[in-house]
């Protein structure tokens, strides 16, 4: 997708900018797709939106260096078959455009410690990983401050636990324009109705890459059977007899994302009156992502077999955003007093 190009032909394109990113630190998931990815393509045509695979990011947690290659390139194909049209988006990853970093250098000398210091983020996985507290761990969210002000996006699409980064992220726009002159618009985090946190099958910690709780995107139906099959739903249900609280049921929060209205009035009802068992439940639920996941799984192939296609959408995003990082670059130097 071309900076210029336009919704109507001719016309300049007046849409506002949304920025949002994904780690290359494991298999893409359905807490991802739920949360995030599918917003990103129902955002589509409102915005002009710049997707990247934050690679920085994921070098904040452990990971092995042979295989980061691979899981970029994954990540693409994944992000591309749930919906990410290259005629309509740009998707690239975010260490060929180093004016990210370069921001994030200069946001950092604006940033209070202490805010960082509060970052739930920061404070779970400080826990999780104690041996690898790392200063990029810390400072993670003024990076994805840098990512999203660089391209002066106005919209975030995200899941729950990244919003607390977004209101970082307007603190620091804000903080920038009162030290120096205005220049960054103060971004909302668009959150989704339903599907904003998905927890893990363990039903206890939020599902995610790292933490291998997750149902891949694009694992085979096979997998993704035998791994819901046994997840946990509403704890307090322990006989088919028992009436259940939906609300309270990760499966359901599922259901929300994959199935029709009508379907997840019938399972909550269903639950509640004891008149479903939560095999049925899942069963149900099944289907229904079968539905959304068996296009993907396909297209994924299909992309698998064209590396070459893929990589060219990656390399294509990156020099056209890398105009736009220019762009803002050369107005935060002249703002900060660098040459
Ligand atoms: N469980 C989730 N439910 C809803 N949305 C989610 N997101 C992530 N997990 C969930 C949203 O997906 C986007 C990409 O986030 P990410 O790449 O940081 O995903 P992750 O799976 O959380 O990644 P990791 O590597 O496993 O990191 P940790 O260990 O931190 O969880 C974001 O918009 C996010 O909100």
Redesign the pocket.
């Known amino acids: 997708m071309q900076a210029s190009d336009t919704p109507a032909a001719g016309a300049p394109d007046a849409r506002p900018f949304l920025f949002?990113?994904?780690?290359p630190?494991?298999d893409v998931?359905i807490?991802?797709y739920?949360?995030?990815i599918r917003n990103w393509v129902h955002l589509l045509d409102r915005y002009r939106s710049i997707y990247c695979i934050v690679d920085y990011h994921?070098m904040t947690?452990e990971y092995d260096p042979a295989i980061m290659q691979e899981r970029i390139f994954q990540a693409a194909v994944a992000n591309i078959a749930a919906g990410l049209d290259p005629e309509r988006c740009w998707l690239f990853v975010q260490s060929q455009i180093p004016e990210h970093t370069e921001l994030a250098w200069i946001l950092n000398t604006i940033t209070p410690m202490g805010l960082l210091g509060r970052m739930t983020?920061f404070k779970e996985?400080s826990r999780r990983q104690e041996e690898n507290i790392n200063v990029g761990l810390f400072s993670y969210p003024v990076l994805q401050a840098a990512d999203i002000l660089l391209y002066r996006a106005e919209a975030v699409p995200?899941?729950?636990?990244?919003v607390q980064h977004i209101e970082f992220t307007r603190d620091l726009a804000r903080k920038f324009n009162l030290r120096f002159e205005p220049l960054f618009p103060e971004p909302e985090a668009i959150v989704p109705k339903s599907?904003?946190?998905?927890?893990g099958l363990d039903g206890k910690a939020?599902?995610?890459?790292?933490?291998g709780n997750h149902v891949g995107l694009l694992e085979s139906p096979e997998q993704i059977w035998e791994k819901l099959r046994p997840a946990v739903t509403d704890e307090n249900r322990k006989r088919r007899s028992d009436p259940g609280n939906p609300l309270i049921c990760n499966i359901y929060t599922i259901h929300e994302c994959f199935s029709p209205p009508e379907l997840q009035e019938e399972v909550a009802t269903g639950c509640r009156e004891a008149g479903i068992g939560c095999i049925d439940c899942k069963k149900k639920l099944f289907e229904q992502m079968m539905r959304t996941l068996d296009p993907i799984r396909e297209r994924a192939e299909s992309l698998r077999a064209a590396p070459d296609e893929v990589r060219g959408f990656l390399e294509q995003s990156a020099l056209e955003c890398r105009r736009m990082a220019t762009a803002t670059m050369g107005e935060v130097r002249r703002r900060t007093g660098l040459r």
């Open positions: 949002s990113g994904i780690q630190s494991g998931h807490g991802n739920c949360g995030a994921a947690s983020q996985k995200v899941g729950e636990d990244q599907g904003a946190r998905i927890l939020k599902m995610s890459k790292s933490l």
